[in-house]
Nanobody, 127 residues
Framework: QVQLAESGGGLVQTGGSLRLSCVAS????????MGWFRQAPGKERETVAT????????YYADSITGRFTISRDNAKNTVYLQMNSLKPEDTAVYYC????????????????????WGRGTQVTVSS
């Protein structure tokens, strides 16, 4: 059974930064694309950023491009999301996710291809 454990969420002021981490266990981490998704109250879950199995490909949603950076450390089974210049509209529960298919690139990962989800970590940006 794959387990994903997020950490790093919290309360921050507009313009601040946070770094989310997600540690994976239960299968060969380095074979699978990983992603960060978020869900704000009353809204659908959306893709924030994804990273391919090797780390060589990355995808970012338009709303966060230039402010967030996704990365992974396969030796530590960990994927990160560095969030800078945070805005109130970034407030949401952020979920770590693992793709169901091995050896996929970032652009191929979608909500519909997620096999495993973390429990989520709350990010709140105050104005």
């Amino acid at each position: 059974q794959v387990q994903l454990a997020e950490s790093g969420g919290g309360l921050v002021q507009t313009g601040g930064s946070l770094r989310l981490s997600c540690v994976a266990s239960g299968r060969t981490f380095s074979m699978y694309a990983m992603g960060w998704f978020r869900q704000a109250p009353g809204k659908e879950r959306e893709t924030v950023a994804t990273i391919g199995w090797s780390g060589g490909t990355k995808y970012y949603a338009d709303s966060i491009t230039g402010r967030f950076t996704i990365s992974r450390d396969n030796a530590k089974n960990t994927v990160y999301l560095q969030m800078n210049s945070l805005k109130p509209e970034d407030t949401a529960v952020y979920y770590c996710a693992a793709d169901r298919n091995a050896y996929t690139i970032a652009q191929a990962m979608r909500l519909t291809t997620v096999a495993y989800w973390g429990r989520g970590t709350q990010v709140t940006v105050s104005s």
